[in-house]
């Protein structure tokens, strides 16, 4: 009588212990790799839609006046940091801004930060929903 386990010699059916294991490493690296795209997606793009973009900065003897386009949310309230930088990149300048909602999803304004030196530029550093 034949038994399945001299079918599987016969035919070179085996259950090979490596073969699993190695199924199993691939299948938890893949896993591990789509719940890492994911998290990295969602901490990297927050979707608030809420978007800043720097048109220009006029520099002052002790002040920055930035000029930008604001694009958010209908309706939503929206604050804004505000950075002036020197040569060096630290900040010499930081004013934190708070808009009223709005029937437009596109705005545009122009902040005066006070420094406490010199400035080399001025700039959006974010903004969030309120």
């Given at each position: 009588m034949t038994t399945p386990a001299d079918l599987d010699d016969r035919y070179g059916r085996r259950a090979d212990p490596r073969r699993r294991r190695a199924v199993w490493i691939a299948a938890v690296?893949?896993?591990?790799?789509?719940?890492g795209w994911f998290g990295w997606h969602t901490v990297a793009n927050p979707d608030n839609g809420v978007r800043a973009d720097g048109t220009?900065?006029?520099?002052e003897e002790?002040?920055?006046t930035v000029d930008f386009?604001?694009?958010a949310p209908l309706r939503s309230?929206?604050?804004c940091a505000i950075e002036a930088?020197?040569?060096d990149y630290g900040v010499v300048g930081f004013k934190v801004v708070e808009y009223p909602a709005?029937?437009?999803?596109?705005?545009?304004?122009?902040?005066?930060?006070?420094?406490?030196?010199?400035a080399t530029t001025g700039l959006v550093n974010s903004c969030w929903v309120t």
């Open positions: 690296a893949a896993a591990a790799a789509v719940v220009s900065f006029h520099l002790r002040a920055v386009q604001l694009t309230r929206v604050a930088l020197d040569e709005s029937d437009s999803p596109v705005r545009a304004y122009s902040e005066r930060v006070p420094t406490l030196a010199a």
